[in-house]
C-alpha cells in the first residue's frame, strides 16, 4: 500500500499539527477566544516549534456567530487576539463550514502562495438556549422552516423513510439505536468528548421523543468548541515534525439545500459525488480506509453514509450494523465489518458523542484523523494499524458535503 501510494500522488498539503478545546457548554468563553484556545494548541503541537508570526493566512469555518454572538468581521478579532495583521478567510456552509475552511485552504497551499497556513473552525450556540433551535433552519429552505420543521425532524423524515423502505424489522430500529450506543462507547476515554457515558439500546428508545422516530438519544447535541490544525506545502513538512500526515484528497460537492426537492430521502448525493472523485484521486476503494469519520449529526446519516459510501449495499446498511455490533460491542473499538474487511467509524465518539459545535465539527474530524495516524490518541487510540482515514463533513440535510482523505508515511 504504501509504495503503490507513494507513486501516484502527489499531497495536496501536510498537517504539522493539531489543536482543539473540550466540546459541551463552555458558558464564560467568547466565540474568538474558544478558537484562539484550539490555534494556540494547534501552534504549540508542532514538533520542532512554529511561532504565531510563520502564520502566513487564516481559514476559519463557522455557521452562526453572526447570529449567536452578534459578532461581524471575526477575522478582525482574530487579528487582535493574535497579534498579526495577515489575510483571513472566513467560509460559511452550515455543518460543514470546517470541512469546507479545510477544502479552501488546501487549494491556497496548493497555490504555492502560502508555506505555513492555520485553519480552525468554531462554534459557541448554548448561549442562545432554545433560539438555537431556529438559527440551524438557516441551513434548510424557508419552505421547510415556514411549515415547521426543524433539523431533527428533516432528519426524521429521512429516518421514517428508511425504516419504511428497508426496515420493517425491529432489528433495524434497534441497529439505529445502536450506532447512538457505539459513538458513545468510542467517546468514554476522549478526553474533549462532550459525553463520556455508556448508552444501551433501551436508553436511545426510551429517550424523549423529539421528532417522530427521532429521540434524543438518535441526535447529536447543541454544542460549543473549536479545532485547529496547522497545513505547510508537503515538501516542507519535515522542518516542522518527523510525523507529519498528508492530505491527498480533498473534494467538495454541492446540492439543492432543500430536502423536498432531493430525488431520494434515504440517500446523500452530495456524499456520493465527493467521496467518488476523492477515491478516484488516491486511486483506491472505500475497503482501503480504516477509520472514517462520518456526519453522524443523526444516527440515520451515519446508516445512510455506509450504503452511500458503497461500504454496505442500498438498504442494507442496518443488517451490517446490526451484526458487527452484536459482535463486536465489548470490544475498545466496534468496527463495521463487512467481507472480513473492519471500518472504524468516528473512534472519538463522532458528532453523536464528541459534541456538534457545527462549524468546528470538519477540523474536529481532521483532528481526530491526525492524531489516529500518528497514534497520538491516547486512551481512546485505535489498537490497529491504521495508514489511510477519511472525514466526511456535510451541510444541511445534503446541501453541500466535502470529503478530505488523510495518511502518513507516503512522501519523503
Ligand atoms: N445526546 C445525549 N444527551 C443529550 C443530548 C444529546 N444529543 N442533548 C441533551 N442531552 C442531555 C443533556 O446533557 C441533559 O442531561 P442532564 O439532564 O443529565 O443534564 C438532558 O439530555 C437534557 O438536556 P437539554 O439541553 O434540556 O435537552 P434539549 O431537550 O433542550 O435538547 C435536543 C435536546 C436533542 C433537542 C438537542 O440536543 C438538539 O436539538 N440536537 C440537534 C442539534 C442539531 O440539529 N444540530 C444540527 C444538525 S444538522
Same mark, same amino acid.
Not at 73 to 100: D, F, W
Not at 301 to 325: P, Q, R, T, V
Not at 360 to 386: N, P, S, W
Given at each position: 500500500?504504501?509504495?503503490?501510494?507513494?507513486?501516484?500522488?502527489?499531497?495536496?498539503?501536510?498537517?504539522?499539527?493539531?489543536?482543539?478545546?473540550?466540546?459541551?457548554?463552555?458558558?464564560?468563553?467568547?466565540?474568538?477566544?474558544?478558537?484562539?484556545?484550539?490555534?494556540?494548541?494547534?501552534?504549540?503541537?508542532?514538533?520542532?516549534?512554529?511561532?504565531?508570526?510563520?502564520?502566513?493566512? /487564516?481559514?476559519?469555518?463557522?455557521?452562526?456567530?453572526?447570529?449567536?454572538?452578534?459578532?461581524?468581521?471575526?477575522?478582525?478579532?482574530?487579528?487582535?487576539?493574535?497579534?498579526?495583521?495577515?489575510?483571513?478567510?472566513?467560509?460559511?456552509?452550515?455543518?460543514?463550514?470546517?470541512?469546507?475552511?479545510?477544502?479552501?485552504? /488546501?487549494?491556497?497551499?496548493?497555490?504555492?502562495?502560502?508555506?505555513?497556513?492555520?485553519?480552525?473552525?468554531?462554534?459557541?450556540?448554548?448561549?442562545?438556549?432554545?433560539?438555537?433551535?431556529?438559527?440551524?433552519?438557516?441551513?434548510?429552505?424557508?419552505?421547510?422552516?415556514?411549515?415547521?420543521?426543524?433539523?431533527?425532524?428533516?432528519?426524521?423524515?429521512?429516518?421514517?423513510?428508511?425504516?419504511?423502505?428497508?426496515?420493517?424489522?425491529?432489528?433495524?430500529?434497534?441497529?439505529?439505536?445502536? #450506532?447512538?450506543?457505539?459513538?458513545?462507547?468510542?467517546?468514554?476515554?476522549?478526553?474533549?468528548?462532550?459525553?463520556?457515558?455508556?448508552?444501551?439500546?433501551?436508553?436511545?428508545?426510551?429517550?424523549? $421523543?423529539?421528532?417522530?422516530?427521532?429521540?434524543?438519544?438518535?441526535?447529536?447535541?447543541?454544542?460549543?468548541?473549536?479545532?485547529?490544525?496547522? $497545513?505547510?506545502?508537503?515538501?516542507?513538512?519535515?522542518?516542522?515534525?518527523?510525523?507529519?500526515?498528508?492530505?491527498?484528497?480533498?473534494?467538495?460537492?454541492?446540492?439543492?439545500?432543500?430536502?423536498?426537492?432531493?430525488?431520494?430521502?434515504?440517500?446523500?448525493?452530495?456524499?456520493?459525488?465527493? $467521496?467518488?472523485?476523492?477515491?478516484?484521486? !488516491?486511486?483506491?476503494?472505500?475497503?482501503?480506509?480504516?477509520?472514517?469519520?462520518?456526519?453522524?449529526?443523526?444516527?440515520?446519516?451515519?446508516?445512510?453514509?455506509?450504503?452511500?459510501?458503497?461500504?454496505?449495499?442500498?438498504?442494507?446498511?442496518?443488517?451490517?450494523?446490526?451484526?458487527?455490533?452484536?459482535?463486536?460491542?465489548?470490544?475498545?473499538?466496534?468496527?463495521?465489518?463487512?467481507?472480513?474487511?473492519?471500518?472504524?467509524?468516528?473512534?472519538?465518539?463522532? $458528532?453523536?458523542?464528541?459534541?456538534?459545535? !457545527?462549524?468546528?465539527?470538519?477540523?474536529?474530524?481532521?483532528?481526530?484523523?491526525? #492524531?489516529?495516524?500518528?497514534?497520538?490518541?491516547?486512551?481512546?487510540? !485505535?489498537?490497529?494499524? #491504521?495508514?489511510?482515514?477519511?472525514?466526511?463533513?456535510?451541510?444541511?440535510?445534503?446541501?453541500?458535503?466535502?470529503?478530505?482523505?488523510?495518511?502518513?508515511?507516503?512522501?519523503?
Amino acid at each position: 500500500m504504501t509504495n503503490s501510494l507513494s507513486l501516484k500522488i502527489k499531497p495536496h498539503a501536510a498537517i504539522i499539527g493539531a489543536g482543539r478545546t473540550n466540546f459541551g457548554e463552555q458558558w464564560y468563553k467568547d466565540p474568538e477566544k474558544l478558537m484562539i484556545e484550539a490555534g494556540i494548541n494547534a501552534l504549540e503541537s508542532v514538533d520542532f516549534g512554529l511561532g504565531r508570526k510563520d502564520i502566513q493566512a /487564516c481559514y476559519f469555518g463557522s455557521f452562526l456567530y453572526q447570529t449567536t454572538n452578534k459578532l461581524g468581521l471575526v477575522s478582525g478579532y482574530m487579528a487582535r487576539e493574535l497579534g498579526i495583521n495577515i489575510p483571513m478567510n472566513t467560509t460559511e456552509a452550515a455543518c460543514a463550514s470546517g470541512g469546507s475552511a479545510f477544502y479552501n485552504a /488546501c487549494i491556497a497551499i496548493k497555490s504555492g502562495m502560502y508555506n505555513v497556513i492555520l485553519v480552525g473552525g468554531f462554534e459557541k450556540m448554548t448561549d442562545r438556549f432554545n433560539k438555537i433551535i431556529d438559527d440551524l433552519m438557516f441551513a434548510a429552505d424557508p419552505y421547510e422552516f415556514d411549515a415547521g420543521f426543524t433539523f431533527p425532524s428533516l432528519y426524521a423524515s429521512m429516518m421514517a423513510r428508511y425504516i419504511h423502505d428497508y426496515g420493517d424489522d425491529q432489528r433495524c430500529i434497534e441497529a439505529l439505536a445502536q #450506532i447512538a450506543c457505539k459513538n458513545h462507547h468510542h467517546a468514554v476515554n476522549n478526553e474533549y468528548a462532550q459525553f463520556r457515558r455508556e448508552i444501551t439500546v433501551q436508553d436511545v428508545l426510551k429517550s424523549p $421523543l423529539v421528532a417522530d422516530p427521532i429521540r434524543l438519544l438518535h441526535c447529536s447535541p447543541i454544542s460549543d468548541g473549536a479545532a485547529a490544525v496547522i $497545513l505547510t506545502k508537503p515538501e516542507l513538512a519535515r522542518k516542522y515534525t518527523d510525523a507529519p500526515i498528508y492530505v491527498i484528497a480533498s473534494q467538495q460537492a454541492t446540492d439543492d439545500v432543500s430536502l423536498y426537492t432531493r430525488e431520494s430521502l434515504t440517500g446523500i448525493k452530495v456524499t456520493r459525488l465527493a $467521496l467518488k472523485k476523492a477515491l478516484d484521486e !488516491v486511486g483506491i476503494s472505500m475497503k482501503d480506509i480504516q477509520i472514517a469519520e462520518v456526519h453522524d449529526c443523526f444516527t440515520i446519516e451515519e446508516a445512510i453514509f455506509l450504503e452511500d459510501s458503497g461500504f454496505y449495499e442500498k438498504g442494507k446498511a442496518w443488517k451490517g450494523i446490526y451484526e458487527s455490533y452484536e459482535s463486536f460491542k465489548n470490544s475498545k473499538h466496534i468496527p463495521y465489518v463487512k467481507d472480513g474487511k473492519e471500518l472504524i467509524v468516528n473512534p472519538g465518539g463522532g $458528532l453523536k458523542a464528541d459534541g456538534h459545535p !457545527v462549524g468546528a465539527t470538519g477540523i474536529r474530524q481532521i483532528h481526530e484523523c491526525f #492524531i489516529q495516524l500518528r497514534g497520538e490518541a491516547g486512551k481512546h487510540q !485505535v489498537d490497529k494499524e #491504521i495508514n489511510l482515514a477519511l472525514c466526511h463533513n456535510i451541510g444541511g440535510t445534503g446541501g453541500i458535503a466535502t470529503l478530505h482523505i488523510l495518511t502518513r508515511d507516503i512522501y519523503e
